[in-house]
């Protein structure tokens, strides 16, 4: 039987769109079971109601993967809506009352982790209502995730030029070059660019926007770098030098705390430290959040107090 719209809303609850929502997203009905707390009986038993509501499978197993079936993309499409529409009102109605609620989505590529923290630490003291959620990714992925258009904003350096997008440049990104407390060269007052650039280069994954930076540097400078290893992560770098595997140019602030405690040294090499900037990003048709025009806005009256705070950082 086909049930009338009043009947099916009898039938169905936001849980329910929840519970089918997660097991969509994460494609598992036990890992879905996990991300909500529920048991996995639980969660087939949500979905079973819901498929008799509408009267259509919704997924299926082929093999042990889990399979979204049309109906339940299409009820996912539906779904995504309620919810964008269900959060843009209450960010709305928050913003009517004067205070600035809801949640704000931040990518953030690998380098800016360590600014990120610092501006959200300002923001949060004036808008404490605001729930942020902060996934750090790669240049790669930060790029896939705003073609996709699935977070408020995303900070990166090397803002893509082929994409119709909005940005501002907020702080400089210092990349400067480091060697292991000891090494011979931490020992010069001044190193020439081919004594570093012949050591092995402990070098970011292709694509990144530290290694797109120093590769640029080395055009200009007609130098070859000479790869030891490529590693995935600053932090995996940073390691990699601490063991004594490479020499490597990084971004200051991800060894501000090793070059404070002796445990790496910033070589003075003509044309360090090379600059870069962190830009806020976004689509440029996207309609931002209440929440995402506030911490926008924090930073463009805020950016005098921003540099400020980081020069003050990188003299620690």
């Known amino acids: 039987m086909s049930y009338t719209l009043n009947q099916l809303l009898n039938r169905l609850s936001?849980?329910?769109?929840?519970?089918?929502?997660?097991?969509?997203?994460?494609r598992g009905y036990s890992k879905a079971a996990e991300t909500l707390g529920l048991t996995q009986p639980a969660v087939s038993s949500q979905i079973r109601q819901i498929e008799q509501a509408f009267e259509q499978p919704l997924f299926e197993y082929i093999g042990k993967k889990l399979y979204t079936t049309p109906a339940g993309e299409m009820l996912a499409q539906c779904v995504q809506q309620i919810f964008a529409q269900l959060s843009q009102l209450q960010t709305q109605l928050s913003d009517m009352v004067g205070s600035v609620a809801g949640s704000l989505d931040i990518a953030a590529v690998s380098t800016a982790q360590y600014v990120v923290?610092?501006?959200?630490?300002?923001?949060?003291?004036?808008?404490p209502r605001v729930d942020v959620k902060?996934?750090?990714v790669n240049r790669a992925q930060a790029i896939r995730l705003l073609d996709e258009n699935q977070n408020d904003l995303v900070i990166m350096g090397m803002?893509?030029?082929?994409?119709?997008?909005?940005?501002?440049?907020?702080?400089d990104n210092e990349l400067i070059?480091?060697?292991?407390?000891?090494?011979p060269l931490a020992t010069q007052s001044e190193v020439s660019i081919?004594?570093?650039?012949?050591?092995?280069?402990?070098?970011?994954?292709?694509?990144?926007?530290t290694r797109h930076a120093l590769e640029a540097y080395c055009t200009t400078q007609g130098v070859t770098l000479t790869q030891a290893m490529e590693l995935g992560s600053n932090a995996a770098v940073k390691h990699a030098v601490l063991a004594g595997l490479g020499v490597a140019v990084m971004p200051r602030l991800s060894v501000q705390l090793e070059l404070n405690n002796g445990l790496l040294h910033e070589l003075?090499?003509?044309?360090?430290?090379?600059?870069?900037?962190?830009?806020t990003v976004y689509p440029r048709n996207k309609h931002l959040t209440p929440a995402a025009e506030a911490f926008m806005s924090y930073i463009e009256l805020n950016m005098d107090a921003i540099k400020e705070h980081f020069e003050h950082l990188y003299q620690a």
């Open 117 to 127: 923290p610092h501006l959200l630490a300002g923001f949060l003291r004036l808008y």
């Open 268 to 279: 003075a090499m003509e044309g360090f430290p090379l600059r870069q900037s962190w830009y």
């Open 134 to 136: 902060l996934k750090v």
């Open 177 to 183: 070059p480091v060697v292991p407390a000891g090494h």
């Open 194 to 209: 081919d004594a570093f650039f012949s050591l092995p280069m402990l070098l970011r994954e292709m694509g990144s926007g």
């Open 159 to 171: 803002v893509p030029q082929d994409r119709s997008l909005s940005f501002m440049p907020f702080l």
């Open 14 to 26: 936001f849980r329910q769109l929840q519970v089918f929502m997660t097991v969509y997203e994460v």
